[in-house]
């Protein structure tokens, strides 16, 4: 260890070169971060959260410290297996890194342990799908956590967390059915070459079917091969449920040279057109074309309108767009895609959206009227007028691709007919099929917005919108999620096949010419796939045909009837799901269990799908609290019927593969079960700690009943546990990576046990 004085020299000067630069990265209100009192303190906090997610070594080096002294905390807390998640998946769990170390780290010892660059970090919080957004726009004051040896109350309470750890997790190290984080990925990625010579080329018949990558990275994909979003065995695996297209997310000035007026556009883009080349060239052997996420012209930082004052737009924080009332910009548009499109011939066109969360167009985010240029022009003329000139672009190259153009967020999502009335001919509409469907739950009127299992379209902007376009000679897609939503993203699909025939069926009947199966949830090649697929080649399918056609199919006739009556038992069940579009994006249940909790209130709001925190208000929306309590609670004793019946059909079916196919499911349908069951008591526990905050005479019986809560906690962050070890699809997302990890389930476990013992104190 002699070298390790100049380790500490070397390791302080990259701290203090980064300590310059974080006041590079967004800082949002910066309020004081979370303090997590159950454990020891926050170096023990730190250990355990990236335990076995980045070695003892770069640990160590984020904190200043040797790599022993990491695994004594470790040891101290009963953490002794050291296997460390392969740096193969560095790209795939950077999310999860940031997230359960947001409140712990500063900037700086961040972009240590995910081994980033400030300018990486940057990019990746702006352009990650809505990263810092999502992160709550604000990044949390934590101190740097620097080493100390434990003293005797720290070490006190370690041995308690140690003794959890044996009896939970070391119990049963060894067991070959625990699987290791991202298996799954081995599994997609691999060729069934029994199927190989038998393939379905599904590409071109019966319309369009396209859809993410269900581990794809989103921010830049195609600088490097070394994290490939569709291995063959995922291509063969998606063909084979009737997919002929997948799209992936890139930024066009990275994909192309910008000329003249943009040189600094381009950097590597010989790389990335080299690396699309090849991916498109391997999907199309499986009957599968790729579509490009078009989102564009992307906004830029201030210092870039220096010397281009004249193409400013409209500016929002820190950035401005690049308007598109200047030929400039269009003309850099369409020749940035005429390019792509000239050197990977083999694509099959691109979506839009040209009113995202990403300010783009001067119409964008609205705030027209700060734009010299626009604000002289309509609404409809400059939405048009962009996908016009995408259109011309990839058209100019290849005449025969799609170029789909998606009405989300046009006119603030309401009624856009006099855009669609303006777009090019050669164009197909795509609209968000349930958009606009009124729903009443919980005696509560709603609305939906998007992102609904739950509530079965088409509703009424999709249908106008369809119509208008079908009108001009438009072909029409249907924006549809068929294996999880926001609703519940955390498991790979949702057993609710009744409500997902019922959505096909009614979308077969007005002729769609495509679905767009997913945005970065809901890809994985399940059983709901398939439906879309059956309503595309027999529209005039009847709902019960269908639905008992699959059950026969993948589980065999001898499960069949209880099978059918469990899908319709969760869909019944979800069908009480408390929707709005602040319930699904802000409750916790992509987290479940695995959301901590606190008996004093953390003043934080809750966030996009990122942070929940105990923001009963902020979960709820339109429901009362108590509302939404019962609504999840209704869910979940729905769901448990359906439990029982899938046991049922799994004690009554014959070995093989079709038992295997009930055992797995009905893991996931137990998982989906937990996450519902756990919002509800954590709502709950939330409306009792708030009533025991006003000092009420009942005040022993209210502590009692928050124990009680905190008891089924702790089993159902147990249960949950269980299955995360054996399925590693478990708490994955896309777009989110890990949401949480079966260690994050068992501080759940030493977070209520520390709760309950305050509430005796």
């Not at 003892?56 to 004594?72: R, W």
């Not at 990019?123 to 934590?142: H, I, M, R, V």
């Not at 919980?442 to 079908?470: D, F, M």
């Amino acid at each position: 260890m002699k070298f390790f004085p100049v380790l500490l020299v070397l390791i302080s000067l990259f701290w203090a070169k980064n300590l310059f630069a974080q006041n590079e990265l967004p800082l949002g209100s910066h309020p004081p971060a979370l303090q997590f009192e159950h454990f020891p303190n926050r170096l023990f906090a730190f250990v355990w959260r990236n335990w076995n997610l980045v070695s003892p070594e770069k640990m160590g080096e984020t904190l200043g410290c040797q790599p022993e002294k990491i695994l004594e905390i470790a040891s101290a807390m009963g953490l002794d297996q050291v296997d460390v998640l392969p740096d193969q998946y560095k790209k795939q769990i950077y999310i999860t890194l940031l997230r359960r170390n947001w409140h712990l780290l500063p900037y700086e010892q961040l972009l240590t342990l995910v081994d980033m660059e400030v300018r990486e970090l940057e990019f990746a919080l702006k352009e990650d799908d809505f990263l810092f957004y999502k992160f709550g726009n604000l990044k949390p004051n934590s101190p740097k956590v620097t080493f100390h040896p434990p003293n005797e109350r720290e070490l006190a309470r370690a041995q308690e967390i140690k003794k959890l750890v044996h009896q939970h997790v070391n119990n049963n190290s060894g067991d070959e059915s625990i699987e290791p984080l991202f298996h799954f990925i081995k599994d997609l990625s691999e060729v069934n070459s029994l199927e190989k010579d038998k393939m379905e080329k599904p590409s071109g018949q019966g319309g369009l079917r396209f859809i993410y990558s269900y581990f794809g990275v989103f921010g830049d994909p195609l600088l490097s091969q070394d994290h490939d979003p569709f291995p063959d065995g995922l291509l063969q695996k998606l063909s084979a449920k009737g997919i002929n297209g997948v799209w992936m997310h890139v930024v066009l000035n990275q994909l192309a040279p910008g000329g003249k007026h943009f040189p600094e556009f381009g950097e590597n883009h010989k790389v990335r057109l080299a690396n699309l080349k090849k991916i498109a060239q391997r999907a199309k052997r499986y009957g599968i074309d790729i579509y490009l996420y078009i989102n564009e012209p992307r906004a830029m930082p201030l210092s870039f309108f220096d010397k281009r004052k004249e193409l400013a737009g409209i500016q929002k924080g820190d950035v401005m767009t690049l308007c598109t009332s200047d030929e400039r910009v269009r003309n850099w548009i369409s020749e940035s895609l005429s390019h792509v499109f000239e050197q990977v011939p083999e694509l099959g066109g691109v979506f839009t959206i040209t009113a995202s969360e990403n300010l783009t167009n001067c119409v964008s985010h609205g705030g027209i009227d700060d734009c010299p240029r626009c604000s002289k022009r309509a609404y409809a003329d400059i939405l048009a007028e962009v996908n016009q000139v995408i259109a011309d672009g990839v058209h100019r190259s290849k005449p025969a691709a799609k170029v789909i153009a998606w009405d989300w967020g046009w006119h603030g999502h309401g009624d856009a007919r006099d855009v669609i009335e303006k777009l090019p001919e050669d164009v197909w509409l795509m609209s968000v099929s349930e958009w606009g469907k009124k729903l009443e739950r919980g005696g509560v009127a709603t609305t939906v917005g998007e992102y609904s299992i739950s509530a079965v379209g088409p509703g009424p902007r999709a249908q106008n919108h369809w119509e208008a376009a079908r009108s001009r000679g438009l072909k029409t897609v249907a924006k549809v999620q068929f294996n999880n939503t926001w609703e519940l993203s955390a498991l790979p699909w949702l057993p609710v096949m009744d409500l997902v025939a019922q959505h096909a069926s009614k979308l077969a009947q007005i002729d769609i010419d495509g679905y767009m199966l997913s945005w970065t949830l809901g890809a994985y090649p399940s059983p709901n796939l398939e439906i879309a697929r059956k309503f595309t080649k027999n529209p005039k399918a009847n709902v019960d045909e269908v639905l008992n056609e699959l059950a026969l199919e993948r589980y065999g006739a001898e499960a069949m009837p209880a099978i059918r009556k469990a899908w319709t038992a969760f869909s019944e069940a979800f069908q009480e799901y408390p929707y709005h579009q602040k319930v699904v994006y802000s409750a916790p249940q992509q987290y479940g269990p695995a959301n901590l909790l606190f008996l004093q209130p953390t003043g934080y709001n809750a966030t996009m799908v990122g942070f929940p925190y105990d923001d009963l208000q902020g979960w709820s929306g339109p429901f009362p609290p108590k509302v939404l309590a019962g609504q999840f609670a209704k869910v979940a004793e729905g769901w448990e019927k359906g439990l029982k019946l899938m046991e049922e059909a799994f004690a009554g079916s014959s070995s093989g593969e079709n038992r295997n196919n009930i055992a797995s499911d009905l893991l996931l349908a137990k998982a989906a079960y937990l996450h519902f069951l756990s919002v509800a008591q954590q709502a709950h526990f939330i409306l009792l700690r708030d009533r025991l905050k006003a000092k009420p005479s009942n005040a022993t019986l209210i502590r009692k009943q928050m124990r009680a809560i905190l008891e089924q906690e702790i089993q159902t962050a147990l249960d949950l546990f269980e299955i995360s070890r054996r399925d590693s699809r478990v708490g994955f997302e896309a777009s989110n990576q890990y949401y949480y990890v079966p260690q994050d389930l068992m501080e759940k476990v030493i977070n209520c046990k520390f709760l309950i013992r305050q509430l005796a104190d």
